[in-house]
Every structure is written in C-alpha cells, then in structure tokens.
C-alpha cells in the first residue's frame, strides 16, 4: 500500500514507529487510538499483522517427552513479548489451578503479547 494511500491515523503511526519508539505509558494509550483507527489493510502495510495462532499436534499427549518439549517451546516462542507494563491477562496465581489452566486456554485462543508469567500458565497447559 503507497504512503499516499494511508489515512491520516496510520500515517501518525508510521511515524511514531520509525522515530519515537519506545513511548511512554499515556502516548501508549493514543497509539492504541490510532491502531484502532486503522483498516486491517493499513496495519498489515505497516508490518502490524495479528499474530497468528499457535498451531498444537492434535496428539501431543500420544508425543515422546522430548517431542512434546519441543512443541510446547514452539508454541510459547511464537507468541510476542509484551514489552509494557500492563497484563492483557489475569495473571494471579493465588487463583485455583483451573482458572490458572483457563487462562492459558485463553492465551492460546487469543494470542497477544505475554510475559514470563502468560508463559509458565501455558506449558502447565500444554
């Protein structure tokens, strides 16, 4: 997609990528705005596609122990580091080992970035 093609929200974000990275927390709340503004089409220009969705052996459990070490790893090294300080999951683990298990289930249903934590929940998961 030409540059003269993006609207003006993913032109500021083009912006802000090339030049003023990282961003604090309150500029972290406007690129959100500006993300949200953008087509799919425009995003993806910008090199912002969703991440995809981790992919399991339907018989992972049937794997040999290394095997299985080894998805679970490729699974966990798919998802992207969140680099800021907010959690986009529960991640108390004061809570009962099947809302701990759920939220790792949703993890994998919707991957955004995770950290250390969101990764420890999974390979309990999986």
Request: proline share 8%; charged share 20%; hydrophobic share 45%.
């Given at each position: 997609?030409?540059?003269?093609?993006?609207?003006?929200?993913?032109?500021?974000?083009?912006?802000i990528m090339e030049h003023?990275?990282?961003?604090?927390?309150?500029?972290?709340?406007?690129?959100?705005?500006?993300?949200?503004?953008?087509?799919?089409?425009?995003?993806?220009?910008?090199?912002?596609?969703?991440?995809?969705?981790?992919?399991?052996?339907?018989?992972?459990?049937?794997?040999?122990?290394?095997?299985?070490?080894?998805?679970?790893?490729?699974?966990?090294?798919?998802?992207?580091?969140?680099?800021?300080?907010?959690?986009?999951?529960?991640?108390?683990?004061?809570?009962?080992?099947?809302?701990?298990?759920?939220?790792?289930?949703?993890?994998?249903?919707?991957?955004?970035?995770?950290?250390?934590?969101?990764?420890?929940?999974?390979?309990?998961?999986?």
């Open positions: 997609m030409a540059e003269s093609k993006l609207s003006a929200a993913a032109r500021k974000l083009k912006d003023k990275l990282p961003v604090s927390e309150e500029a972290l709340k406007d690129v959100l705005k500006l993300i949200k503004a953008c087509s799919t089409d425009e995003l993806s220009a910008l090199g912002l596609q969703p991440p995809s969705l981790p992919a399991l052996s339907p018989a992972i459990n049937m794997l040999p122990l290394r095997d299985r070490l080894q998805q679970v790893q490729a699974v966990i090294s798919l998802m992207q580091y969140n680099h800021t300080s907010a959690y986009y999951y529960n991640v108390s683990k004061q809570r009962p080992l099947p809302a701990i298990l759920a939220t790792a289930a949703s993890i994998l249903r919707e991957p955004l970035p995770i950290k250390c934590i969101e990764a420890v929940f999974l390979g309990m998961l999986l």
